[in-house]
């Protein structure tokens, strides 16, 4: 077809299986394995379908904006809102990464930042992990890499490591880059890790990202934030009103202010993922697997004798979803969510079979 | 700020008004007057907040899908869904209009398209309606214009004009443009036009987009869709899925799967709206307003003697809100959304006085 030619092809982001069936133990995409706050029920049983024929507000405007302010205190104009995470990510690279210079993040990440760099033609550079799966600080210094770069970005912890960087070299890479914008990616902070929302304050350039889908149960509502000076916030917002009026729908917008309002439900989830995982190294160390120390709802494990794959696919047999990359340097682990202590103990149980 | 240097910078598309305050008569974004079919209600109060926890299904292998083709009695593979047709046509502008050539679409349209445009560098030109605000033919030919442009996008019925191109305009475009893709945007199509969406059975590069905002009654939950050849939808779903995985949230994905279900109550509250249109060119023509027939849900009416501009202002004090551009040719006119009988009758007698 003659037309084809015009098109931008692209190779998409694959995401985790999500299989039909609802009787498998699914610890493959990073989802939180306890349901939304008690308020999200509440407050969907008084949503009003009548308001549905009209467009919804503006996020900046919310009920959601207001309750994430109080929250972090910050003022709601430091504050971007996105359909999910990645529609903020998705967004802040064709906002911010349009120097021509290559931006930087670490080989070993997540993998949907390749994939915009390619979408928007943004080059960039993947900066090799150190073999303790740990970021090395310098790659991202411009003085030290001798890197002329258009920006930065990286989760903390990083996805799928879990390795959780200091917030010292995080504040010496948001200060080496001055001149870019360097974007934190906070997916995972909430289960241990220490946010470094605080250098907004400090830092115009830098932006950080979090999301309701993993300790805030809401993966399926499709909700993502950005916190940042109020200059950052402004462009993305430009960029997000030249795309879509309306990305948050009617739903998202009360259901998410619903489950922002429950602190004390949020902490709790997360202590009890962290308590899980705390078990969860034990057995699997026992079980003759190693990883590196995880911050994230997950964990990144290699096995002693028996191959990834075979772990993975044997699993899978046995109804229990992890991931698993057929990639360089990463294709001998699987990342592994946290789910609830009798899910993993159907694994510990299953993993002893396969690797005993 | 040194790294504004290498921010995308746009200037971002106004959306029509949207007063906090609910006792106002609002008739200035063209959503329905009439609620979401009932169905959706009942399909709301047995949502499972608990499955919120998961993402949500790829909307392509939902009901929603299944739903919309069978109602268009075509196969799933020929339907994209997004957020909101704004999600869609933007991810098309991204997806179809890469040959670096002009895209042409009409000069009075949907002010969206140059913000697209400007927005992904896509180089355009603007085509002017003629003095009665129908689209010319020709000049989306390229025989007859002598542009070798790069697609074609307008609306049918046009907005914010109302006026329909015959569907043979529609194929003779679409035949004279095989090299490109041609974008067909359907928004208003179901209060008395004709779909093309027949072509695209005979045309692999003929784009269909609709949307649930309008006919549907469903604005505040995001719903758009686009129908064309599995090949056209395959490329936009490469580009969607290296943007976002889940654009489609999962009340989204339910609701709306309730509402395309009831065909019986769509089709009643368009016949509805037609019949409210159909008075409401009398009544304005009584009172002094010309306009081109419309087949949309709304009326873009210009009055004899008292200035565009005056009536919208003398309106919204009032509380009664319509859309007004000041914008060449269009500056004298005002675009009024078709609301219930009674929201009429109350912009017939405010009218009769501010023009008496």
């Known amino acids: 077809m003659k037309w084809e030619e015009n098109v931008r092809r692209v190779v998409p982001y694959t995401a985790g299986e999500q299989p039909g069936r609802k009787d498998v133990i699914k610890l493959n ?49 430091r504050i971007f809102i996105g359909n999910g995470s990645d ?145 950052l916030i402004k462009y993305l917002n430009d960029v997000k009103y030249s795309v879509n009026s309306y990305t948050m729908n009617y739903t998202a917008l009360e259901l998410g202010a619903a489950a922002a309002a429950d602190t004390g439900y949020f902490k709790e989830c997360c202590s009890r993922i962290v308590r899980t995982r705390e078990c969860a190294e034990k057995e699997l160390g026992r079980l003759g697997f190693t990883f590196p120390k995880s911050y994230g709802n997950f964990i990144f494990a290699s096995h002693e004798r028996v191959p990834a794959k075979e772990i993975f696919e044997k699993l899978k047999e046995n109804d229990i979803y992890v991931r698993y990359w057929d990639k360089e340097r990463i294709d001998n682990y699987l990342r592994i969510t946290i789910g609830t202590d009798e899910q993993m103990e159907a694994l510990y149980h299953t993993l002893e079979k396969i690797t005993g």
């Open 87 to 231: 529609d903020v990510l998705s967004l802040a690279f064709l906002t911010f990464f349009q120097s021509g210079r290559p931006i930087l993040f670490p080989d070993i990440t997540y993998s949907f930042y390749p994939v915009w760099a390619d979408l928007y033609r943004v080059p960039y550079r993947c900066m090799p992990l150190c073999n303790d799966f740990s970021i090395r600080k310098e790659d991202y210094i411009p003085a030290e890499s001798g890197i002329h770069n258009g920006g930065v970005i990286f989760p903390n912890p990083n996805a799928p490591t879990g390795v959780l960087m200091p917030l010292d070299a995080i504040e010496d890479i948001v200060a080496a880059n001055s001149g870019v914008v360097v974007i934190v990616d906070e997916a995972y902070v909430d289960f241990g890790g220490t946010s470094c929302l605080p250098l907004i304050d400090k830092y115009d350039n830098l932006l950080v990202v979090q999301t309701f889908s993993k300790s805030r149960s809401m993966a399926g509502m499709r909700i993502g934030y950005a916190m940042g000076s109020p200059m």
């Open 29 to 77: 995409t990073n989802e939180s394995p306890y349901p939304p706050a008690p308020g999200v029920a509440r407050r969907m049983r008084e949503l009003e379908t009548e308001r549905m024929r009209l467009y919804p507000a503006f996020p900046e405007q919310t009920g959601l904006a207001a309750s994430l302010a109080a929250y972090y205190g910050i003022s709601t104009d």
